[in-house]
């Protein structure tokens, strides 16, 4: 389509950037004090850009002369991306890290990350692929560092930006070289191109691939590119770091599956398991390492955590292994296991940090001791918390067992070669269930009852409501969860 005519389908990224826009002059009319104002702004604007998708046409065609797709797929993880961002909102609220600096400026960044992550999940063309990579990057880096005043908050952000431009560069570099081989930018125009590469250039495609999945796999936290992960998480905001651990994972997978699905497999929306461009290497085996790696290394350093929030931080690297376990596949049961895993984590890991934001006003502190008898002072609280951490562990009747019941079955379902895969993700989900439930034994095993309990303050009980519920009900009866995932699975296979 057409620049002019695409726009009638651009309307939530407009939206958006309205939004940023009001959110900046609101800004400059407040004080420090009123900044926090800023919020209602940027939340209104993110919920109506919600509605506009929800209620919006299901046409699949490529805009803007086929740089962006406008499909179902790319829909279904802006509705998680927004879901996400307006929970971190809400919770950023009440969150006293941020009480002694203006909030304007960090709402509004939140904005413009939204819209980073928009252009994102629809990008057809590696050049947009790069440009909204690095602007959702950018703003990472400033949220990361936001605390100014903090010296953790500010390495953070430093280590940040020194490893993001690393992998950037390792990035562009294997772009690079996909443009030579191919002389294109658009994604259904280089998977012409491979189909008819010479054997000559088999090489260089490997090395592009390699290149390519190595700033992936940094915005992602896959091992051996998560170095980055357990400092920046520890040293942001938490909510900040709430929003790392589940936004942009989730548009890192949905860029990495319309890629690989489009440019190195059959691009047919998941119709074979095939990876047709990349057949003279082991791909699928070479994936499924990392997948390995990346749960087996996040879990055994977080059984040696003290810090919760650090603990969190590896766990997010384990759960990004476990995703991982859909892509070798490049199947439509991968795929959907993947998606549906990412609505299920997104829901109980939001809760679990949510709590650690509580926690950090309340005491202070981070670490497992601060959580000593927690259970008996505030049960609704410690009760909540103990279901997040079983359902992060994959324990029935929660979200969570749902989720990796999906991916482990696509495993095994995918064929014997990587049976082995699906071994390696229980025996880590084990592992897994003895720091999640430490949570809990520090809570309920520790520490004497109270005469008297209380309960959180009125906006957290309701976000923490509104997690904990689905997070329980989901894993009793989640069918719409399935069929909205299984509806989203329609890709832009062909340029219209």
């Known amino acids: 389509m057409s620049n002019l005519s695409s726009l009638s389908l651009f309307w939530p990224e407009l939206i958006v ?6 959110g900046i002059f609101a800004d400059l009319s407040y004080g420090k004090k009123e900044s926090f104002k800023t919020s209602y702004w940027i939340t209104a604007g993110l919920v109506l850009a919600g509605i506009l998708i929800l209620t919006g046409s299901e046409r699949v065609t490529g805009l803007f002369m086929n740089t962006l797709a406008h499909d179902p797929f790319a829909d279904f993880f802006k509705i998680l991306i927004l ?3 307006i929970l971190v909102i809400l919770s950023s609220l009440k969150n006293e890290e941020l009480q002694d600096y203006g909030v304007g400026e960090y709402y509004n960044i939140l904005a413009i990350l939204v819209l980073g992550l928009f252009i994102l999940v629809s990008s057809i063309d590696i050049l947009v692929v790069y440009i909204s990579l690095e602007t959702v990057s950018l703003m990472s880096y400033f949220l990361a560092g936001y ?3 903090s010296n953790r908050s500010s390495e953070a952000s430093l280590k940040y930006v020194i490893y993001g431009a690393v992998s950037s560069g390792i990035m562009l570099f294997g772009l690079s070289l996909l443009f030579g081989l191919t002389g294109s930018t658009n ?6 191109a491979l189909s008819n590469l010479e054997a000559g250039n088999e090489l260089v495609l490997i090395l592009s691939a390699v290149f390519i999945m190595a700033g992936f796999g940094y915005k992602i936290s896959a091992v051996p590119f998560h170095f980055w992960t357990p400092d920046v998480y520890e040293g942001s905001p938490t909510t900040i770091t709430a929003y790392l651990s589940v936004a942009p994972k ?9 890629f690989f699905n489009q440019i190195f497999g059959d691009g047919t929306a998941f119709l074979e398991q095939s990876w047709t461009a990349l057949s003279s290497l082991p791909w699928p085996q070479m994936l499924a390492i990392m997948a390995a790696a990346t749960m087996t290394l996040g879990n055994l350093v977080a059984l040696q955590q ?3 929030k650090r603990m969190l931080a590896y766990s ?6 476990y995703m991982m376990m859909g892509l070798p596949l490049l199947s439509s049961q991968g795929v959907f296991g993947i998606m549906i895993y990412l609505v299920f984590y997104l829901i109980m890991n939001l809760g679990a940090f949510f709590i650690v934001v509580f926690v950090k006003n309340k005491t202070n502190g981070e670490n497992f001791d601060d959580y000593t008898g927690l259970g008996w002072e505030m049960p609704f609280v410690g009760v909540v918390l103990a279901l997040f951490m079983v359902s992060l562990t994959g324990l029935p009747p929660t979200a969570g067992f749902i989720g990796k019941f999906y991916l482990f079955a696509a495993v095994i379902k995918a064929g014997s070669q990587f049976y082995w895969l699906a071994f390696v993700g229980i025996i880590n989900s ?5 720091y999640y439930l430490r949570v809990v034994k520090v809570m309920f095993l520790k520490g004497d009852p109270q005469e008297s309990t209380s309960l959180p303050g009125k906006l957290f009980t309701v976000l923490l409501l509104l997690l904990a519920i689905p997070t329980l009900g989901f894993g009793l009866y989640w069918e719409p969860i399935a069929n909205w995932v299984s509806n989203s699975m329609i890709l832009l296979t062909r340029i219209m």
């Open 250 to 258: 989730a548009a890192g997978f949905a860029v990495i599956i319309r």
């Open 316 to 321: 997010s690297i384990a759960h990004a292994g």
């Open 147 to 149: 605390l100014k005043r």
């Open 187 to 192: 994604f259904f125009e280089i998977q012409a």
């Open 17 to 22: 950037t309205a939004t940023i826009l009001i």
């Open 430 to 434: 084990v592992i897994s269930l003895y």
């Open 83 to 85: 879901t996400a961002t």
């Open 306 to 308: 003290k810090s919760i």
